[in-house]
């Protein structure tokens, strides 16, 4: 039998850039239509031009996307022709290949914040959908407010969408702008609109305040629903949009939908999804959820040791789908409950060869207890773990010694007369039987040490050149009479390959040499660095 085609429509670059704390660059939402292009989603809704200089700088621009690069904005204002709306015409102008209309769906609005009548509301969505399909424009109108409206008032609610529709409108997108609608109510209320509008003309856009915006969004398409809104991540204002990161694989690998629907995204793409999603996180310069379905670092980890036998006999065991399906790895935890078989899970999935009666397996796990104990966490630094277990069995080399360091910090005036801090290390390093002097100044003492030791490793720099800082984490763990502290980085390499290591101490400088000492070991040995 034939699938039924779901459409998906992104607005991470529009509802997203509401998000508390998120402002894209015009190269930034460039990045990220280029992601969501490479995907395969649909539409991707690039902003509001007219509104500030980057979306109108955006939407003069020519692209070169399979997508359809979609300009949002409002419908005439009431009272005015939509020839006679300036800002109509800005958006009649974008170089976009489609249109989407916030339309008011809720009569209450319509009163008190337009302050006009419910019949010259209709006539402004139809005039302005007139208007953007003579420019030859895809359109779209999305119904604001449109359960609350319905709720309220179903009648009026119904002839906002249908005077969209019956004026040629591609999708009438039906809103839960509060975010506060429960997905039994979507499904009522979109199966009571796909009997006026057909439901592949019907779109759901959820947002998350309820946190079931993904399934409110699954909820409209078992009700007809065929076209689905939603943001990377989630992002949005207040809790979110529908996560479409959420929402892609469980249409692509649960058999209710996959069986009955194609969406744009092929199995290939699916396999780029983790990657996408922490690209967007970088970009926005924050820490990745590790908890996030699908994607997060830990969706597949597993801690306890009977777990862990199990899942290395028969993976399908303990995991609802394959992670390799989303660009995911399977992950066994090592912690304070690890046994035996979990380190040699682990062992066997960083590549290391190890036979479970080597006496060495013993010793490592004995020493991650005791690390354990005093504040490391080897569950949150994959890499620390895997330079652990590789020094435990003999197999990193020893590249280089760093003999001496020194860190300052200092303030004083600077030459505007401004009272500033400066930091500035100092690192004896000896490669081979050469000894080098490094020295950097940073914006803090550990990017100070960072800058030093990184300059000048020999004949290592080359390994390393493409290493980057990605995030500094630090805790003050208070075990025992002093306050300990843990430090975690994450690093990044010129493959766009992610680790995580840590450091721990009652300094945080030392705390922090640890792990950077690590990262860049770690660097070396994936790089084959010669001994
Ligand atoms: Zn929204």
Redesign the pocket.
Known sequence: MARERLYLFD?TLR?GA?TNGVDFTLADKLAIAGMLDGLGIDYVEGGYPGANPTDTELFGQDRKFDTIFTAFGMTRRPGRSASNDPGLALLLDAKADAICFVAKAWDYHVRVALQTTEEENLASIRDSVRAAKGKGREVLV?C?HFFDGYKANPKYALACAKAAYDEGARWVVL?D?NGGTLPHEIETIVADVCKVIPGDHVGI?A?NDTEQAVANSLAAVRAGARQI?GTLNGL??RCG?ANLVSIIPTLKLKPEFSETFDIGVSDVALKKLAQVSHALDERLNRGSNRHAPYVGESAFATKAGIHASAIAKDPATYEHVLPETVGNKRKVLVSEQAGKSNILAELERIGIKADKDDPRIGRLLEIVKERETIGYAYEAADASFEMLARRTLGTVPNYFDVTQFDVNVEQRNNAKGERVTVSMAVVKVRVGDDNMISAAEGNGPVNALDRALRKDLGKYQKYIDGLKLTDYRVRILNGGTEAVTRVLIESEDENGDHWTTIGVSPNIIDASFQALMDSIIYKLVKSGAPA
């Open positions: 607005t509802d509401q999305d604001e809103c702008t856009h947002h809104q949005g204002e949009n």
